[in-house]
């Protein structure tokens, strides 16, 4: 009995997920210097095609993220100065700017953590907490990429 619901569960999971398969290699997935350049030319149209808002939650919604796409340039402005500097050092990196930068994107990412919250408290009141938690889902899944590029482009410090 145990062995005929495995295999029945194996066959149902099977055929919901060939289509997704399937889907998959008909379409490449991007890599991630595509997607930061998607990113990079417009970050609202992706939110907006994830978000699947209602008009009433857009309306309430869009302020909200013009908002904080403002107040999360400040910190995000100040840890690309830091790295700007880093890799313009190049070799001659010294102990005390090392220390003075490294501390500045820390103090940034703190900046933007806080910012974070604030954010999501600010969403919950406008928006179901589903829809709140995907924009900051999406949000974090947009940065981590430009991160990502980020880093693979700065050398390590000598």
């Known amino acids: 009995m145990t062995i005929r619901l495995f295999a029945l569960i194996c066959i149902l999971g099977f055929s919901v997920t060939a289509p997704a398969l399937a889907q ?3 379409a490449a997935p991007l890599s991630s210097a595509e997607w930061l350049a998607r990113i990079q030319s417009d970050e609202k149209a992706i939110v907006t095609k994830s978000m699947d808002l209602t008009a009433e939650e857009a309306k309430k919604f869009w302020p909200l993220y013009a908002q904080f796409q403002r107040e999360l340039s400040r910190p995000r402005s100040s840890a690309n100065r830091a790295i700007l500097d880093l890799v313009a050092v190049e070799g001659a990196l010294t102990d005390i700017n090392a220390r003075r930068l490294v501390e500045q994107v820390q103090r940034a990412t703190l900046d ?3 910012l974070n ?4 408290a600010q969403l919950l009141k406008v928006l179901p907490a589903r829809k709140a938690a995907r924009y900051m889902q999406i949000d974090s899944k947009l940065q981590a ?4 590029e980020t880093a693979k482009a700065i050398p ?3």
């Open 24 to 26: 998959d290699k008909a």
């Open 117 to 120: 919250q604030k954010h999501f």
């Open 156 to 158: 390590l410090a000598q």
């Open 112 to 114: 933007e953590a806080r």
């Open 145 to 148: 990429v430009v991160r990502y």
